[in-house]
């Protein structure tokens, strides 16, 4: 099995189509990383909020 690109400049110049490749891959790569944080911060705020719906409802229905 041969290499196809003579150069690594080469490769990562993709024929003229490696700004939108590789543009590809970097945007794909931020959205992976980026998904899982906001997810977990989406859930902590989730969390907050019931805790606080929770505190401002009586616990037995006698204290109201």
Do not use: I, N
Not at 7 to 14: G, L, R, V
């Amino acid at each position: 099995m041969t290499a196809q690109w003579s150069s690594a400049a080469e490769f990562f110049h993709m024929s003229g189509y490696g700004f939108y490749v590789w543009g590809s891959y970097g945007v794909a790569l931020v959205v992976m990383l980026a998904e899982p944080l906001l997810a977990r911060r989406r859930h902590q705020q989730a969390l907050l909020q019931a805790g606080r719906m929770s505190d401002d409802e009586p616990l037995d229905k006698e204290q109201a």
